[in-house]
């Protein structure tokens, strides 16, 4: 049987013959920050195990579009999109995004409280926010979310023929899609991702159209699929702190803290691998050229000499925001405002129409650090 751990962790397990054996492991929080800003360690080592474990070099280039890429090129691709996710323009997405899951609390509330809350809310809302982003049509929403958990999979350690097959095809049915959809664009332009990015020059080159179905994708699978799971881990965190649930509905104020607390103690990103492009020395150990180091952040996020007390859950804890999960340095989560956002808004809206949730049953968790669903049952206010 294939093991399956929590996708990226466990991905970074894998060795090939060139690498050191044991690939280094980087565990302290300094250490973890300084690889992340060396440009000598890059995240190619994402496109180089989806290809090994036998995804299409093309299809891991249109689900991995920016891990393909470092320095210069990856630059000026990243200001092309830093400009959709300004604080501005991620702050102009809240409305809609309180109405959305105001929406689907609604539906919550239908049901008597009693839910798989992954399916009712944690899923559905990351691709309709996205949908907005990038002027898609809100239908879309459903298949968006299906393409995103298929695509996750290439991300997972070690993929089986039929999981191969389910990449392969999302990223085909996403690459149709992505034609009809520049074609909407360039016939209607508007204020969204699409548009810029096919109106944006890198280099004094505008993108080809598979470079920004490749962008299109690689967002679907990084703000869709995360998100869902980040949600459902901080439901579960503080449905095991149920009076820090009811704090959160008093003080609201403290929720974007609230937020960064869930992403240090249980963000659903363990870690990350990089490839060394020329020798370096992380944490003191030795990296050979082109050989593996392990970036560990589940160790670096509770490191005792930069967060006090690390192991506990601390709702209100200052410094909590210096985490990891969303990376650092060139490559740190360009969604990272707009993910903040999603997980504050979902939970201002579930703490205050509901009591701390009961958990019913807890699903099994395929290759993430969150499980595909969760049963709860959530009291009325
Ligand atoms: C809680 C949810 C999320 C988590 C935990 C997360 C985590 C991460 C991490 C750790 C990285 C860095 C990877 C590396 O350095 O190799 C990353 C990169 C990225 N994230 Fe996120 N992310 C989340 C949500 C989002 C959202 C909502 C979007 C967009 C709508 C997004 C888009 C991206 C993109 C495009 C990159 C690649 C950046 C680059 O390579 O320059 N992510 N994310």
């Known amino acids: 049987m294939v093991e399956r751990g929590p996708v990226i962790l466990a991905r970074m397990g894998k060795t090939r013959p060139v690498e050191p054996d044991p690939v280094p492991i980087v565990t302290g929080w300094t250490a973890s920050r300084e690889a992340l800003t060396d440009r000598r360690l890059s995240p190619r080592s994402f496109v180089e195990d989806m290809v ?14 920016l891990f393909s890429r470092h320095g210069e090129d990856h630059r000026h691709l990243r200001a092309v999109l830093s400009v959709a996710f300004t604080p501005r323009k991620v702050e102009q997405l809240r409305p809609a995004t309180r109405a959305i899951t105001e929406r689907l609390a ?3 509330e239908a049901a008597g409280g009693e839910c798989d809350v992954v399916s009712s809310f944690a899923e559905p809302l990351p691709p309709e926010v996205f949908a907005l982003l990038f002027g898609l049509p809100v239908e879309d929403r ?9 695509i996750a999979l290439a991300f997972v350690p070690t993929q089986v023929p039929d999981e191969v097959a389910r990449v392969e095809r999302a990223a085909a049915e996403m690459r149709e899609y992505g034609h009809e959809r520049i074609a909407a ?3 209607a332009p508007g204020e969204d991702l699409v ?3 096919l109106e944006a020059e890198v280099d ?7 470079q920004v179905i490749a962008m299109i994708t690689g967002f679907v699978f990084a703000g869709a699929e995360t998100t869902r799971r980040q949600l459902t881990a901080a439901i579960q965190v503080l449905a095991e702190h149920p009076s820090d649930w009811d704090r959160l509905a008093a003080e609201p104020d ?9 992403l240090r103690l249980r963000g659903i990103v363990p870690g990350l691998s990089r490839r060394a492009e020329e020798a370096v020395v992380a944490e003191g150990v030795e990296v050979p050229e082109g050989g593996r180091v ?4 589940t160790s670096a996020n509770q490191d005792p000499e930069r967060f006090p007390d690390p192991a506990a859950f601390v709702v209100d804890r200052p410094d909590a925001h210096a985490h990891l999960t969303f990376g650092w340095g060139p490559h740190l989560c360009v969604g990272a405002g707009l993910a903040r956002l999603e997980l504050a808004e979902g939970l201002r809206t579930l703490t205050t129409r509901f009591g701390p949730p009961e958990v019913l049953e807890t699903g099994p968790a395929s290759g993430f650090a969150a499980p595909d669903w969760l049963r709860v049952r959530f009291p009325r206010r």
Not at 143 to 150: G, I, V
Not at 294 to 297: D, I, P, R, S, T
């Open 52 to 65: 090994a474990g036998g995804i299409t070099a093309a299809t891991a280039a249109q689900v991995a579009p």
């Open 254 to 262: 403290l929720l974007p803290t609230a937020v960064d607390e869930i």
């Open 142 to 150: 459903d298949r968006l979310a299906r393409w995103a958990a298929e």
């Open 106 to 108: 609604d539906g919550i």
């Open 294 to 297: 392990v970036l560990l952040f």
């Open 185 to 187: 664009s360039r016939a």
């Open 195 to 197: 548009t810029r990015l």
């Open 204 to 210: 004094g080159e505008h993108l080809t159209d598979d």
